[in-house]
């Protein structure tokens, strides 16, 4: 995963898309492992918040 990939979380009660905005992990605060989150923009929502990579699922991977 890296930043620009659309992503949905599976399993959600409903369907939703974000964008991955950060995927180095800094920024985590409070004892997570930095490595295994991304800040994902979700659209639907308009916010932003840090989501365990395992949650997620890529639908459009951004140029590489």
Do not use: C, H
């Not at 009660?13 to 991955?20: A, K, L, Q, V, W």
């Not at 920024?27 to 365990?52: C, F, L, M, Q």
């Amino acid at each position: 995963m890296q930043a620009g990939d659309l992503v949905t979380m599976p399993g959600s009660i409903e369907p939703i898309t974000g964008i991955i905005l950060q995927a180095d992990g800094k920024g985590v605060v409070r004892g997570t492992v930095r490595s295994n989150r991304v800040k994902v923009y979700w659209i639907e929502d308009a916010e932003a918040s840090w989501e365990p990579k395992k949650w997620l699922e890529v639908i459009n991977a951004a140029s590489r």
